[in-house]
């Protein structure tokens, strides 16, 4: 479980084919030391484990399914991600509850800039909007946002100075691809509603 509160930014150093899957060397001196094998870490969202440890990178599998659903398989070496290790008990809760498992890739349809201040339209599959509501959270590529505008195949989001340069959501340009995860309650409303309906 993660808060989708960006700890720091990592770099992507190798990404290795291990057919059927990729391993993915990331370089975050900040949090190799504390990290160890077996741990969850979000990267870009996604919740990975760690395989490797070295003296400033994490080392990561990810399998086909990952590879295909999320855009982690499309990263290259020197690629940003963001990173966020996973919540422990008693830690405080900045952003809301972020399960790591990505429901959708997303597309940047339009970006408006206001000086250091930003809107973003992204474009996303219809039944993911069921799961949105305005003011409601939505996770982009691990990061913790507010819906503005909820339409039925996108949304928007208003992003402040400092997301902006402390994750990657800053240098998205017009057609880049991100991990969506939409609110853990939502979910779980649309699935009663959706029991409820059956005859």
């Not at 295909?68 to 900045?94: A, F, H, P």
């Not at 946002?145 to 928007?156: A, H, K, N, Q």
């Not at 402390?166 to 009663?192: I, P, R, S, W």
Request: some cysteine; charged content about 20%.
């Amino acid at each position: 479980m993660f808060t989708g509160l960006v700890e720091r930014l990592g770099e992507v150093q190798t990404v290795l084919a291990e057919p059927p899957g990729k391993r993915l060397a990331i370089r975050v001196a900040q949090l190799a030391a504390p990290a160890s094998v077996g741990d969850s870490i979000a990267v870009n969202g996604c919740c990975l484990t760690v395989v490797e440890v070295g003296s400033v990178c994490v080392t990561f599998e990810a399998g086909p399914e990952t590879l295909r659903c999320t855009n982690l398989g499309r990263i290259q070496e020197g690629d940003q991600v963001n990173i966020e290790r996973s919540l422990r008990i008693g830690d405080q809760l900045g952003g809301h509850f972020v399960t790591g498992h990505v429901d959708a890739v997303g597309q940047l349809e339009r970006r408006q800039d206001d000086a250091a201040w930003s809107s973003f339209w992204f474009r996303v599959p219809a039944e993911l909007t069921r799961q949105m509501a305005s003011k409601g959270c939505i996770a982009v590529d691990g990061v913790s946002l507010t819906l503005v505008d909820v339409e039925p195949e996108r949304f928007s989001v208003a992003l402040i100075p400092h997301t902006l340069s402390v994750t990657t959501l800053g240098q998205l340009q017009t057609g880049d691809e991100v991990n969506l995860e939409t609110d853990l309650m939502a979910k779980y409303v649309e699935q009663q509603l959706a029991w409820k309906r059956r005859p």
